[in-house]
T-cell receptor, first 115, second 109 residues
Framework: ETGVTQTPRHLVMGMTNKKSLKCEQH?????MYWYKQSAKKPLELMFV???????ENNSVPSRFSPECPNSSHLFLHLHTLQPEDSALYLC??????????????FGPGTRLTVL | GQNIDQPTEMTATEGAIVQINCTYQ??????LFWYQQHAGEAPTFLSY??LDGLEEKGRFSSFLSRSKGYSYLLLKELQMKDSASYLC??????????WGAGTKLIIKP
């Protein structure tokens, strides 16, 4: 079974839709992350959860709302998005979000297109 | 501000050697990662350097010079499957990962 899974893999939505992205990790990790990846730009960290507590929110617009019900699951709820939000959304997990060695394991991503 | 620089794109020939450079300016340093990302797939871990010097792992090696804020990833005996993007990332003093934009490596027969 793959370590980090994400669904759906592709999503097309209108600006008035509400949708959710799901991430699940099977690695027994305690930290989970949402990243936005746009073409030719560095990965943008959006949210971090460490032991189910949100520890980072990097000035992300409120139209993105994360939810972490337990250490294995992470959601990203989407509402009233803009076309510039179209990107690849990556979920990752790591043992913890502390310490210098923070190897992160990534899911395959959700390719989001906002019309 | 914090910054990671790496070339946008490189081209190399199958069987050859290629070196992908990464320079960084970050608030503190707690290690440098290299990840590989094939198109449409998840980034996967390649290497981690925290001390100066060369780390070798099969066909791939990674080098770090902390005094110069510089690293490189060396790929030997290139294969077509090595065509991918290579991401450099640095852990800063707050243990945050700062990412480069990635280098797209194109391998030609």
């Amino acid at each position: 079974e793959t370590g980090v899974t994400q669904t759906p893999r592709h999503l097309v939505m209108g600006m008035t839709n509400k949708k959710s992205l799901k991430c699940e990790q099977h690695l027994g990790h305690n930290a989970m992350y949402w990243y936005k990846q746009s073409a030719k730009k560095p990965l943008e960290l959006m949210f971090v959860y460490n032991f189910k507590e949100q520890t980072e929110n990097n000035s992300v617009p409120s139209r993105f709302s994360p939810e972490c019900p337990n250490s294995s699951h992470l959601f990203l709820h989407l509402h009233t998005l803009q076309p510039e939000d179209s990107a690849l959304y990556l979920c990752a997990s790591s043992q913890e979000h502390t310490g210098p060695y923070n190897e992160q394991f990534f899911g395959p991503g959700t390719r989001l297109t906002v019309l | 501000g914090q910054n990671i620089d790496q070339p946008t794109e490189m081209t190399a020939t199958e069987g050859a050697i290629v070196q992908i450079n990464c320079t960084y300016q970050t608030s503190g340093f707690n290690g440098l990662f290299w990840y590989q990302q094939h198109a449409g797939e998840a980034p996967t871990f390649l290497s981690y350097n925290v001390l100066d010097g060369l780390e070798e792992k099969g066909r791939f090696s990674s080098f770090l010079s902390r005094s110069k804020g510089y690293s490189y990833l060396l790929l030997k005996e290139l294969q077509m499957k090595d065509s991918a993007s290579y991401l450099c990332a640095v852990t800063d003093s707050n243990y945050q990962l700062i990412w480069g934009a990635g280098t797209k490596l194109i391998i030609k027969p």
